[in-house]
């Protein structure tokens, strides 16, 4: 009975609905519509792009059409970033205003194949630099509080997905845990896969040796449903692994809590996800463990190599090829493409170029970004040895609940990269992780969160079925 009660909240449930009476699929599309304007209307800023004509389109394609796949009528919202045929993606940023890609980025094929209806694009900090989701025009708010942040750079998708009570999916991406903060703070389920696991296809680049397409949805079951489809072989990129998830319950796990991570976190974050732990003994057993390379170094090696990675990315942004341009009249080319970078770019994207240019500069490269590579393998290892003792590793998602826009403005940079300390490990490390809801703290969601070894996102599936029992 309990079972059939958590099987009616899946998207699973409900594209069978679909497939088998249609109206199924118009009516949550008829009412997920509502609820997404009425969210622009409150000024919730979820929505980058919706465009009602080519939905309604998609719907009709649906209607006649003969393959009725596992995704037949759900309506997904992807991140910025995630390139959509014909519908302007520009990663949350001004410069890429009106860049419409003549291509599908892969997921979205194979959501589509699936017989997904792309709903919109959402909201994200400008090209994922950011845990907020304040560096950019259109910033989400917390459902939950709408004086407070989302979390970032996938505010919108995590947002929205809260924020839904319709039959829904999302997709995100991240870097440096661009997923899993954005989960925790509007008290989501998602999952982010190993490096390489899903195409980066379409994806446009932060940092292309951690960039990761994940997702996003109200609890495991639809969080894996989506990993499924969109995981697996592709020729478009050279880094994806050729290996693909299926959602498989597997045996009780020895799992430890990285007590360094845990111990950095607030009080009232800490005493939620004790709570939650001290739950979950009655099914696994939970050890202590502690990462002080991990702690010690790992934000440091992750903002040397993003930012160095995404310093060359964005060097392509010159107002020639996509996005915005300006009269070029008189002007030589490099006062034209510094004129269209200072205009457009954030100042946190400004920042994130001058810092990567330096750390790779001829004399200072030794010092700073072979360095940090150095010291990611080292880092990568530490995981491993723990690995060979325990199936999963525990932290809380994020050290806070979601903070208020007023004292986000109040951190200096390098308080707010600090934040990222519990999710920037795995990131670095290329490790599959799941954030799920451990409870609430004054009204607000509290993210734990459980990293994986390389490939073995069943065992974050177990764990969240785990996490979910009520
Ligand atoms: N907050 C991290 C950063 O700003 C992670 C962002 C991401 O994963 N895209 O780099």
Same mark, same amino acid.
């Given at each position: 009975?309990?079972?059939?009660?958590?099987?009616?909240?899946?998207?699973?449930?409900?594209?069978?609905?679909?497939?088998?009476?249609?109206?199924?699929?118009?009516?949550?599309?008829?009412?997920?519509?509502?609820?997404?304007?009425?969210?622009?209307?409150?000024?919730?800023?979820?929505?980058?792009?919706?465009?009602?004509?080519?939905?309604?389109?998609?719907?009709?394609?649906?209607?006649?059409?003969?393959?009725?796949?596992?995704?037949?009528?759900?309506?997904?919202?992807?991140?910025?970033?995630?390139?959509?045929?014909?519908?302007?993606?520009?990663?949350?940023?001004?410069?890429?205003?009106?860049?419409?890609?003549?291509?599908d980025a892969t997921v979205i094929t194979k959501l589509k194949e699936e017989?997904?209806?792309?709903?919109?694009?959402?909201?994200?900090?400008?090209?994922?630099?950011?845990?907020?989701?304040?560096?950019?025009?259109?910033?989400?708010?917390?459902?939950?509080?709408?004086?407070? $942040?989302? &979390? *970032? #750079?996938?505010?919108? %998708?995590?947002? @929205?997905?809260?924020? /839904? =009570?319709?039959?829904?999916?999302?997709?995100?991406? $991240?870097? &440096? *845990? #661009?997923?899993?903060? %954005?989960?925790? @703070?509007?008290?989501? /389920? =998602?999952?982010?896969?190993?490096?390489?696991?899903? $195409?980066?296809? *379409?994806?446009?680049?932060?940092?292309?040796?951690?960039?990761?397409?994940? =997702?996003?949805?109200?609890?495991?079951?639809?969080? $894996?449903?989506?990993?499924?489809?969109?995981?697996?072989?592709?020729?478009?990129?050279?880094?994806?692994?050729?290996?693909?998830?299926?959602?498989?319950?597997?045996?009780?796990?020895?799992?430890a809590i990285i007590k360094d991570f845990f111990d950095n976190c607030d009080?009232?974050?800490?005493?939620?996800?004790?709570?939650?732990?001290?739950?979950?003994?009655?099914?696994?057993?939970?050890?202590?463990?502690?990462?002080?390379?991990?702690?010690?170094?790992?934000?440091?090696?992750?903002?040397?190599?993003?930012?160095?990675?995404?310093?060359?990315?964005?060097?392509?942004?010159?107002?020639?090829?996509?996005?915005?341009?300006?009269?070029?009249?008189?002007?030589?080319?490099?006062?034209?493409?510094?004129?269209?970078?200072?205009?457009?770019?954030?100042?946190?994207?400004?920042?994130?170029?001058?810092?990567?240019?330096?750390?790779?500069?001829?004399?200072?490269?030794?010092?700073?970004?072979?360095?940090?590579?150095?010291?990611?393998?080292?880092?990568?290892?530490?995981?491993?040895?723990?690995?060979?003792?325990?199936?999963?590793?525990?932290?809380?998602?994020?050290?806070?609940?979601?903070?208020?826009?007023?004292?986000?403005?109040?951190?200096?940079?390098?308080?707010?990269?600090?934040?990222?300390?519990?999710?920037?490990?795995?990131?670095?490390?290329?490790?599959?992780?799941?954030?799920?809801?451990?409870?609430?703290?004054?009204?607000?969601?509290?993210?734990?969160?459980?990293?994986?070894?390389?490939?073995?996102?069943?065992?974050?599936?177990?764990?969240?079925?785990?996490?979910?029992?009520?």
């Open positions: 009975m309990v079972n059939e009660m958590v099987l009616k909240e899946t998207l699973k449930y409900f594209a069978e609905q679909a497939r088998n009476d249609f109206s199924a699929a118009e009516e949550n599309l008829h009412k997920i519509i509502l609820e997404l304007k009425a969210s622009e209307n409150k000024g919730l800023n979820y929505i980058e792009t919706y465009d009602e004509e080519n939905v309604r389109t998609q719907l009709t394609q649906l209607k006649s059409s003969e393959k009725k796949g596992r995704l037949f009528g759900v309506p997904i919202t992807v991140k910025d970033a995630i390139c959509v045929k014909g519908v302007e993606s520009k990663a949350g940023s001004k410069i890429l205003t009106g860049y419409k890609p003549t291509f017989g997904a209806i792309i709903l919109a694009k959402t909201t994200q900090d400008e090209f994922g630099f950011g845990t907020f989701n304040t560096n950019t025009e259109k910033v989400p708010k917390n459902p939950f509080d709408n004086e407070r $942040s989302c &979390g *970032g #750079s996938s505010g919108g %998708p995590a947002g @929205f997905t809260a924020y /839904t =009570s319709r039959y829904h999916g999302a997709l995100g991406e $991240s870097t &440096g *845990g #661009s997923i899993a903060c %954005p989960s925790s @703070f509007c008290g989501v /389920t =998602s999952l982010t896969p190993t490096y390489g696991l899903v $195409s980066r296809y *379409g994806l446009i680049d932060y940092a292309n040796s951690m960039d990761k397409v994940g =997702s996003v949805g109200r609890n495991i079951d639809d969080a $894996s449903l989506l990993l499924e489809i969109i995981s697996g072989a592709d020729e478009k990129d050279s880094t994806n692994l050729g290996e693909e998830f299926i959602a498989d319950e597997g045996p009780t796990q020895k799992v009080d009232s974050v800490k005493k939620v996800v004790q709570a939650k732990i001290d739950k979950m003994k009655e099914f696994i057993q939970v050890d202590e463990i502690e990462l002080p390379l991990n702690i010690k170094y790992s934000l440091a090696a992750y903002y040397i190599i993003a930012t160095s990675e995404a310093s060359t990315n964005l060097a392509k942004l010159s107002g020639l090829r996509y996005g915005k341009q300006k009269d070029p009249e008189g002007k030589h080319f490099d006062e034209y493409f510094s004129e269209i970078r200072s205009e457009n770019f954030t100042e946190e994207a400004k920042r994130r170029i001058i810092l990567g240019t330096f750390a790779r500069m001829s004399g200072f490269r030794d010092a700073y970004y072979l360095k940090a590579m150095k010291v990611r393998t080292k880092l990568i290892n530490e995981f491993k040895s723990a690995f060979s003792k325990y199936d999963l590793l525990l932290t809380p998602t994020m050290p806070i609940v979601a903070p208020k826009f007023d004292a986000i403005e109040q951190l200096t940079p390098l308080q707010n990269y600090a934040m990222d300390l519990c999710t920037v490990p795995a990131n670095l490390a290329g490790l599959p992780h799941a954030s799920c809801n451990a409870g609430m703290s004054n009204g607000m969601p509290v993210g734990l969160m459980a990293i994986a070894p390389h490939l073995a996102e069943t065992r974050l599936y177990s764990f969240g079925r785990i996490m979910e029992m009520k």
